[in-house]
């Protein structure tokens, strides 16, 4: 029996989420030729030149990804997608595809667009938001 691993689904990454057309955008990811590795839904992303690319910086996080999208297509020029850009959402923090070392500084900054990052949604999550 070989293992496989399945992509992740929206449902990993968003446990809640209102109104879907307001949290949502259609972002262009930019080409890049040398991508070796697809980007799945859960990638952080950041804006450079107008254009969004896998996030490196934490505190640039602006969006998370919500499609996944091959390196192929990237290499072959610039991709449509759709990512979350805004809230009111809540999203689950492993299912956050950045490095460990820039994930408090993009937690930071998705607060500041009302998307709250939880180590273990529940129901007692979709309540109102509190500051910590």
């Known amino acids: 029996m070989s293992n496989t691993t399945e992509n992740p689904r929206i449902d990993d990454v968003i446990f809640y989420e209102t109104p879907r057309e307001y949290c949502r955008e259609v972002i262009t990811l ?5 991508a070796t590795e697809d980007l799945l839904i859960g990638t952080v992303l950041s ?4 254009k969004k690319i896998a996030c490196t ?3 640039s996080t602006d969006s998370i990804l919500l499609e996944n999208v091959s390196a192929e297509d ?7 997608a759709v990512a979350l850009v805004r809230g009111p959402a809540i999203v689950v923090q492993d299912a956050l595809i950045i490095s460990s070392n820039q994930l408090s500084a993009a937690v930071t900054a998705l607060k500041t667009l009302n998307i709250i990052v939880r180590t273990q949604p529940d129901a007692t999550s979709v309540g109102p938001v509190t500051t910590d």
């Open 47 to 50: 804006t450079s030149s107008s």
């Open 30 to 34: 930019a080409q890049n030729e040398s």
């Open 74 to 80: 990237l290499a072959s020029g610039d991709v449509q």
């Open 57 to 59: 910086t934490g505190s």
